[in-house]
């Protein structure tokens, strides 16, 4: 079964840093478009970011210039990094497999994790 | 980017009844528009995809439509299970967005 799994969420102090992970298991992990996407506490689903399989990323309009997105195939681990944190960024954490085009893998059949929590609290 | 926005932003509607969601586009999305179920405490669910086709295992009472800038989630007969909050997403163009969600709740 195709399964995702987020770690390094916890608790921040403002202005620090935490890098997100996400293993997946079970399917060709190289060959898909990989995304995290966050929902603060009783909020909704806010995209962050995506990066294809050729490694190109791209990002929110808020979110550019203090995340940043990768992946290492080898190891079928996407990661987060979030710089200068505030308590705007406490949210839950998704990593997701978000196909745009009828061409990419997994086309129509999204693959979420349970999501990681990130708080940002002094 | 591309704003969605969503209406109404709650629908209260009662089991067996007909429940019509909206989501209108800031510009074209051609026909790349979905749409996903959330409920409490569970990642969403993809519903709908390229505006019409409904994902594996999503009951045929899901239907989606639209072109263009205006698109419609419609359950033709709500089912207990149906009562969450509904999430359409552009994928048209990077970056992807989502609306702000339209909470269905039973009457």
């Known amino acids: 079964e195709v399964h995702l799994l987020e770690s390094g969420g916890g608790l921040v102090q403002p202005g620090g840093s935490l890098r997100l992970s996400c293993v997946a298991s079970?399917?060709?992990?190289?060959?898909?478009?990989m995304n995290w996407v966050r929902q603060a506490p009783g909020k909704g689903l806010e995209w962050v970011s995506g990066?294809?399989?050729?490694?190109?990323?791209w990002y929110a309009d808020s979110m550019k210039g203090r995340f940043a997105i990768s992946r290492d195939n080898s190891k079928n681990t996407l990661y987060l990094q979030i710089n200068s944190l505030r308590a705007a960024d406490t949210a839950l954490y998704f990593c997701?497999?978000?196909?745009?085009?009828?061409?990419?893998?997994?086309?129509?059949?999204?693959?979420w994790g349970q999501g990681t929590t990130v708080t940002v609290s002094s | 980017e591309i704003v969605l926005t969503q209406s109404p932003a709650t629908l209260s509607l009662s089991p067996g009844e007909r429940a019509t969601l909206s989501c209108r586009t800031s510009?074209?999305?051609?026909?790349?528009l979905v749409w996903y179920q959330q409920k409490p405490g569970q990642a969403p669910r993809l519903l709908i995809y390229?505006?019409?086709n409904r994902a594996t295992g999503i009951p045929a009472r899901f239907s989606g439509s639209g072109s263009g800038t205006d698109f419609t989630l419609t359950i033709s007969s709500l089912d207990p299970e149906d009562f969450a909050v509904y999430y359409c997403?552009?994928?048209?163009?990077?970056?992807?967005?989502f609306g702000q969600g339209t909470r269905l709740e039973n009457k």
């Open positions: 510009q074209s999305v051609s026909n790349y």
């Open positions: 390229d505006t019409f």
């Open positions: 990066i294809d399989i050729h490694g190109s990323t």
């Open positions: 997701a497999t978000i196909a745009p085009r009828p061409s990419d893998s997994g086309y129509g059949m999204d693959v």
């Open positions: 079970e399917f060709s992990f190289s060959n898909y478009v």
């Open positions: 997403q552009q994928r048209s163009s990077w970056p992807i967005t």
